[in-house]
C-alpha cells in the first residue's frame, strides 16, 4: 500500500511538470514499475500531444510486458479526442496491472477505462490518494462536472482593506515575494481577468514575467465598452492573447472591428441598462471557449461582483503592511460575506489569507 | 552565566504575577540563592506594599548571610517613596552578591543601588537578560523615561478593513478567544480608553470579566461634552473607576456636576474649535495621573488621532474571517502608515497582527 502511494505521489510530480500547458485536458503522469523498479515515466506534456501513460510506455527502457502502471487519472478508452486512447495501448504492451489515483470525471471515459481493463484480466485498484488527486486536478474536475472555469480571485490590498490610495492611479501594494506568486497563478491558469477600471488605473500587462512560464490569455471585462486601444493589454498581442467581454447594447460594429483589427477577439454579452453583464454569462462564454481556470484580477467591482454572485472557489488576500487610511476599498457589498480561512502565511512583507469557499 | 540566567528568568516570572496591581511602579521579582539552593522568593504584590527583594528575604526558609539576591531591576536607595529603601536591608542582612537585570531608568536610583552596594564591598553583576527585563516593564520603562504612557492600541476589523457594518450599532466581529485576549490586556493596562462614538454605538463596560483580573480605570474621550449619564460606563462605578475627557470650551459647569454626582471624574482640556482635543495634551493629563499604560479600544477616530500623532507603541489588530462590504472604516487618514509586522497568528478563527512602531 505504502509503494502504491510513492508511485502516485510521483505522478502527480510528474503532471505538475504540465501546469500551463494541457489545459483543457488534465494534468496527467505516469509510472511504470517492473520488480520494484521504475523502468518509465511520462507526463502529458501539451495538449493535443500524447498522453502520460503513452510517454511512459515509450520511454521505458525495459519491455513493459508484466509490470505495473501507475497513473493519477484513468486511462483514457474512447476516441473522440486528438490522440489515440492509451487502454488499448496498455493491452497491447501487456501491463498486468493498473493502479490509479481518481476515476476520469469526463462520462467519456468515468470508470469505462477500468471495466476495459478489468474485462480483459488486468489488475485495477483505484482511490490512492484520492483526494491529493483531486486536488492537484481541480480546474478539470470543476470544468467537467460543473462546466464552469474554476475561479481564483486574487487582491493585494492594505491592512485597512484598501486596493489602492486613489481612483486615479495605482498603488504599488505588494511586495517581489508576492509577486512572485501571482505570476505563478497567471501561469497556472488558462485566463486572467480584470476590469476596465484595473487597465485604466494601472495599465498592466498581465503576463508571466517574474517566473519561468507561459502567458495566459488576458480577458477584459468593459461592459460600457468605454477602453480605447492605448493601453498595452491591446498592443502586446505578439505576448499574449486579449479578450474584450462587453455588453451587446454598447458596443458598435466599428468600435469592434478597430480592436478585431488589434487580434483582439471581441465577446458582446446581453448586459442590463447601465451595461454590467451576468457573471454567470461570462462564466458560460469562458466554458464554451475551453476556458477550465480563470484568475480573477481586479478590481473592487469585479471582485465584488464575484462575491455577490457566491460564485468563485479560491481567494487570495495579500495585505501588504501599511495603513492606507483612505482610498479604494477591496469590496463594495450589500452583504457580509462570511469566510473559511484555510491558511494564513507570510510572503516577504506580506500577509497572504489563502481562502477557500 | 547560565545560572544567572536560570534566576533572572525566574525573577521575571515572579514579577509577572504583579500584572494590574503595582504601577505606577516596576514588575519586580527576587530570588535568593545559597549554595546553588533557592531558599527565598518574592515580588512586588501591590502598589504601596513592600518591594520584591524585602519580600524574598523574608520569606527565606534560611539566614540570607553570605547567599546572593537575583532581582530583575536595580534595588532601591531613595526614601521619596512608600516603603524604606531595599539596599541597606541587604546591607544589613549580609547578602553576599547582588545579580541584576536592569538598571533603575528612575533618575532617583539609576545606578546609585549598585554603587551603594559596591561600596560596601557586595558584589554586583548587572545587564542579564537586559533585553527581555525591558520588555517585561516596557509601561515603567517608558513612564520613566518619556513622562508618557505606554500605549497599545487594538481593534477588531473584517477582513477588508471595516469596524462595524453600520453606524448605528455595534458588530460583534471577534471570537471568544480574541476577547479573553482582549481582557488579559485590560487588567494589564492602567487605563482603557475609548471615544464618545464606540459608547454610544455599543454602549460597553470595559471591565475584565474573560479572565481573571482587575478592572483598569475606563477612560472616555468626549470632547463636545455630548453623552448622557445613561451608558453602562456611567453606571457602573462600584465596579471600575471612570474618567471623562471633554473639551473645556463645551463643557459647562452643571453638566460636569451631574456627571461628578456619579462618582465620575471630568477632565476638561482645551481644544480646537469643534472639540477636538489634541492627543499629547491627553497624554500629559495621564501621565500627571501617574497612568503608566493606556489600552485604547477604539472607535474609528480615536485611532486615526493615534496614528495621525504617529504616538503610539503597540497596535493588535483582530480580523474577523469575513467580508463586510461596507460600514466604517477602521481608520480615517489624511496620509499612508507603513508598518512593522512582529506576529501573525490565530486565536480561534481570528487573524490577530501584531504590531510594533
Known amino acids: 500500500m505504502e509503494e502504491n502511494s510513492k508511485y502516485i505521489k510521483r505522478c502527480f510530480t510528474l503532471a505538475e511538470k504540465g501546469v500551463g ?19 518509465g515515466e511520462g507526463f502529458h506534456q501539451k495538449y493535443g500531444e500524447a498522453h502520460a501513460e ?17 497513473c493519477n487519472l484513468e486511462p483514457c478508452v474512447h476516441d473522440k479526442k486528438q490522440t489515440p486512447p492509451c487502454v488499448p495501448l496498455i493491452i497491447e504492451k501487456k501491463i498486468k496491472k493498473v493502479v490509479i489515483s481518481n476515476l476520469d470525471p469526463n462520462p467519456e471515459v468515468n470508470g469505462k477505462g477500468v471495466d476495459a ?20 486536478n481541480k480546474f478539470y474536475f470543476k470544468f467537467i462536472s460543473q462546466k464552469q472555469p474554476y475561479i481564483t480571485l486574487k487582491l493585494a490590498q492594505s491592512i485597512d482593506g484598501k486596493i489602492s490610495a486613489s481612483k486615479k492611479e495605482q498603488t504599488w501594494l505588494s511586495g517581489p515575494e508576492s509577486k512572485k506568486i501571482v505570476h505563478q497563478f497567471r501561469h497556472s491558469h488558462d485566463v486572467v481577468m480584470v476590469g476596465a477600471k484595473t487597465i485604466r488605473t494601472d495599465n498592466p500587462l498581465l503576463t508571466v514575467r517574474e517566473v519561468k512560464g507561459r502567458n495566459p490569455i488576458r480577458v477584459i471585462l468593459d461592459g460600457k465598452f468605454l477602453l480605447s486601444h ?73 471582485f465584488s461582483q464575484f462575491l455577490e454572485a457566491n460564485i468563485w472557489d479560491e481567494l487570495f488576500i495579500f495585505q501588504s503592511p501599511r495603513i492606507l487610511g483612505q482610498g479604494i476599498n477591496s469590496f463594495e457589498l450589500n452583504n457580509a460575506v462570511p469566510l473559511k480561512i484555510h491558511e494564513v502565511s507570510k510572503t516577504g512583507d506580506d500577509i497572504l489569507f489563502h481562502i477557500i469557499r
Chains 1, 2 share one sequence.
Do not use: C, H, M
Request: glycine share 8%; proline share 2%; hydrophobic share 40%.
Open 21 to 39: 500547458f494541457v489545459s483543457p485536458n488534465p494534468l496527467v503522469g505516469a509510472v511504470i514499475v517492473k520488480d520494484d523498479k521504475v523502468i
Open 54 to 70: 503513452v510517454n511512459a510506455i515509450e520511454n521505458s527502457k525495459e519491455d513493459v510486458a508484466g509490470a505495473t502502471l501507475f
Open 117 to 136: 481493463l478489468k474485462k480483459i484480466g488486468i489488475d485495477v485498484e483505484t482511490g490512492i490518494l484520492e483526494e491529493e488527486g483531486k486536488e492537484l
Open 230 to 302: 492605448s493601453y498595452k493589454v491591446f498592443n502586446t498581442n505578439s505576448e499574449a492573447e486579449t479578450w474584450l467581454i462587453v455588453a451587446e447594447n454598447f458596443s458598435g460594429k466599428k468600435k469592434i472591428k478597430s480592436f478585431e483589427a488589434r487580434g483582439i477577439k471581441v465577446f458582446p454579452l446581453k448586459s442590463d441598462r447601465d451595461g454590467k453583464i451576468n457573471i454567470t454569462d461570462i462564466l458560460k462564454l469562458l466554458a464554451e471557449q475551453k476556458i477550465t481556470s480563470l484568475f480573477v484580477e481586479g478590481g473592487q467591482q469585479v
